[in-house]
């Protein structure tokens, strides 16, 4: 390992760690930089796995036996020690979960290539905060999405607290960004996809309802808290669902409501792959065939 001793925590090569804090600055120098941070040896272990390549690391000393072995590829990459009260002066908090290290972003993703090699995405509509983005990353890494689409206006997922609440689901889960609902609105048809939205209207189908029978390819939509989804994008979904809720509530958390839909979907998928395979009178039907389709009831 390079490992260097900080000095001077005004050392130019210590930039990509300064004052973490000032949210306006990373949202600005991230992305143009062309860094993200990964912050603990679970979510740096987690990122080299997938491919991405370290700039540098930081560290407080105890954590160099955990971290080591994860840069057996990396000798040429600096590790910078340092104490922890130099640490939390340069990056402005303190760093209690012992190292980060600062990654090169990986080349952006093609949302039409994402889309025809998945069947169950989750589109992200102007969602302004990284802690709800990054939740829902999680959530729906556990349940079983094979890719996340991103509005042009939707938080970054690579941002240091995305990228930590998701516990580095954003490193797994494939994700691309979208381009304005003129384009991107065909593009859900032209591969395939029914794309749903979530949303309190009239004519919204009940999810129990919704899952009896789900698309071979399907991508579910949801909006940013407050104003929900905007009417480009429910005009280009092909249906509405709606989550009940009892005791006056009327919506949920996004990435909660995340969760319960993927949840929802992944049931009805088991569901209808372990219908039987043959009929009462003992016919062959189709595998996988959904629930609905041979007879199921809720």
């Not at 000032?22 to 600005?28: C, S, T, W, Y």
């Not at 009260?85 to 290290?101: C, D, I, K, S, Y």
């Not at 607290?161 to 593009?187: H, I």
């Not at 480009?232 to 509530?249: N, Y």
């Amino acid at each position: 390992m390079k490992l260097i001793r900080i000095d001077d925590i005004a050392s130019p090569e210590l930039s990509d760690y300064t004052q973490l804090t000032d949210v306006a600055m990373r949202r600005v120098r991230e992305p143009a930089e062309g860094l993200y941070l990964a912050e603990s040896p679970k979510v740096i272990e987690r990122a080299l796995r997938v491919g991405h390549r370290p700039r540098s690391l930081l560290m407080v000393e105890e954590w160099l036996p955990r971290v080591e072995p994860l840069l057996a590829d990396f000798p040429e990459v600096p590790v910078y020690i340092g104490k922890p009260e130099q640490l939390e002066q340069l990056t402005g908090f303190n760093m209690h979960r012992g190292a980060m290290a600062s990654m090169h972003r990986p080349t952006p993703l093609d949302p039409a290539e994402l889309l025809r090699s998945s069947k169950r995405v989750v589109v992200l509509e102007d969602l302004a905060d990284h802690t709800n983005v990054g939740a829902v990353f999680r959530s729906i890494a556990a349940l079983g999405a094979d890719a996340v689409l991103l509005t042009p206006g939707c938080a970054d997922p690579l941002y240091r607290r995305a990228v930590r609440v998701s516990m580095g689901a954003v490193l797994q889960v494939p994700w691309a960004r979208l381009p304005d609902w003129r384009e991107a609105g065909p593009l859900f048809r032209e591969t395939g996809f029914e794309l749903t939205a979530f949303a309190l209207r009239d004519d919204a189908e009940d999810l129990a309802d919704f899952v009896e029978d789900i698309p071979e390819r399907l991508a579910l939509m949801f909006g940013t808290e407050g104003p929900g989804l905007t009417r480009r994008a429910l005009a280009s979904a092909s249906r509405t669902v709606l989550i009940p809720m009892e005791h006056g509530v009327d919506s949920l958390n996004v990435a909660t409501a995340a969760a319960l839909a993927m949840w929802a979907v992944r049931t009805g998928d088991r569901r209808g792959s372990r219908a039987s395979v043959t009929d009462p009178a003992g016919a062959p039907l189709v595998a996988n065939a959904p629930a609905a389709a041979l007879g199921a009831t809720r």
